[in-house]
């Protein structure tokens, strides 16, 4: 007969999972069991250091010998903060005034990606890590500048250390700059033209290692 899952014991278990591999506290919310639907356990649990905003889902199976495999979705809130200041030393190269938001998306990521992981080790063509990046960039500091050459150049510096993703650039008024966040993206098409001085530019680092203009 199968021995009944111990709930408390693989929340523990994925703490010290967790600990281990990024050098930190995390708070336990709410763990899922495996079941008919899902071969593993679920736990939703979020950094001490941040809050229930930065959560994220660890994983759990017990394998045939016994022993217990985990993997998680940390990396991307814990990468979050060098990754973007190594996108913002590039763009501040080309713009003064910038405001720049990078997510990751959610899910389960590569479990050989914690702590020591540097941002030109995380690329690996078979896997699916790439970045979404919202590029703000005031009015009076995108003048006499050419979006799309500054967004090459911003994707040819990523090229290099191999981060993969897209990046969005708006030109926001300058009077709407202050106060603009990822929130203005939400507007009605009609009221676009309040915030933006014309549409989005975009560019891709994929996963090919190419650049792609859209």
Do not use: C
């Not at 523990?12 to 506290?25: D, H, I, P, R, S």
């Not at 590029?135 to 979006?147: M, N, T, W």
């Not at 966040?181 to 009221?191: D, F, Q, R, T, Y």
């Amino acid at each position: 007969m199968k021995k009944k899952a111990d709930p408390e014991a693989i929340k523990n278990e994925m703490m010290t999972y967790l600990e281990a591999k990024y050098g930190e506290e995390f708070v336990p919310m709410s763990l899922s069991l495996s079941n008919f639907a899902n071969s593993y356990d679920s736990l939703r649990a979020y950094p001490k250091n941040g809050n229930k905003g930065d959560s994220f889902e660890v994983w759990g199976t017990r394998m045939e010998d016994g022993s217990y495999s985990m993997s998680d979705g940390y990396f991307g809130i814990y990468i979050k903060p060098k990754y973007e200041a190594v996108l913002s030393g590039v763009v501040r190269d080309i713009y003064k005034e910038f405001k720049l938001f990078t997510d990751f998306g959610e899910g389960i990521l590569p479990d050989r990606l914690n702590k020591d992981t540097k941002i030109e080790e995380i690329y690996n063509k078979d896997e699916h890590f790439r970045s979404n990046t919202i590029l703000f960039v005031k009015q009076e500091s995108a003048k006499g500048i050419d979006d799309e050459v500054s967004l090459r150049t911003i994707a040819e510096k990523m090229l290099e250390k191999k981060m993969v993703g897209d990046i969005d650039l708006y030109v926001v008024i300058d009077d709407k700059y202050d106060s603009i966040g990822l929130e203005a993206l939400n507007v009605i098409p009609s009221k676009e033209k309040d915030y933006f001085l014309h549409d989005q530019t975009s560019i891709t680092v994929s996963i090919d290692l190419t650049i792609k203009k859209y």
